[in-house]
């Protein structure tokens, strides 16, 4: 019996630990861009990286994402985003995956927009009196996804 509650408070444990989620988890499920806005440069012969300001834009393929989010300083990670070739099923899809609440959703035009906040990825700003960090735009058979928004075009 000690054995097992020992087990559980264990379980528990590790339950509780915080660990750094990326978008990254969820883009390698589509043939993704994957794009980091960081202060700090990444050297890998596997990625595009462009000078921006004060910082730089890494571009991937999804499939290193993962990889390449772990070479990153997260202090020095301002945002990240992804896009594919998708539907609108897709944006239902990535907030469930991400077990996000929706906060706003608008069209503007043939875009749709939807802003929308999970307990998965700690940074967030604070819209119409609410915390978001997801962005989600649909746009003729184009999504994007950033956190805490997205940082580009759409």
Not at 101 to 124: M, P, R, S
């Amino acid at each position: 019996m000690k054995k097992f509650i020992a087990l559980i408070i264990v379980c528990l444990a590790l339950f509780m630990v915080k660990t750094p989620y990326s978008l990254a988890d969820v883009s390698s499920a589509f043939c993704a861009t994957h794009t980091f806005y960081t202060t700090s440069k990444v050297f890998d012969s596997r990625i595009d990286v462009i000078q921006s300001g004060n910082g730089y834009l890494i571009s991937c393929n999804s499939k290193i994402a993962d990889e390449i989010y772990k070479k990153i300083d997260k202090d020095k990670l301002q945002g990240e985003s992804f896009c594919f070739q998708g539907e609108i099923i897709n944006v239902n899809e990535i907030l469930y995956n991400l077990n996000a609440v929706i906060i706003k959703k608008e069209q503007v035009e043939d875009i749709v927009i939807v802003y929308a906040y999970t307990f998965k990825l700690e940074n967030y700003l604070w819209i119409d009196s609410q915390k978001v960090n997801i962005q989600i735009a649909y746009n003729d058979g184009k999504v994007t996804v950033g956190t805490p928004l997205i940082l580009g075009s759409y």
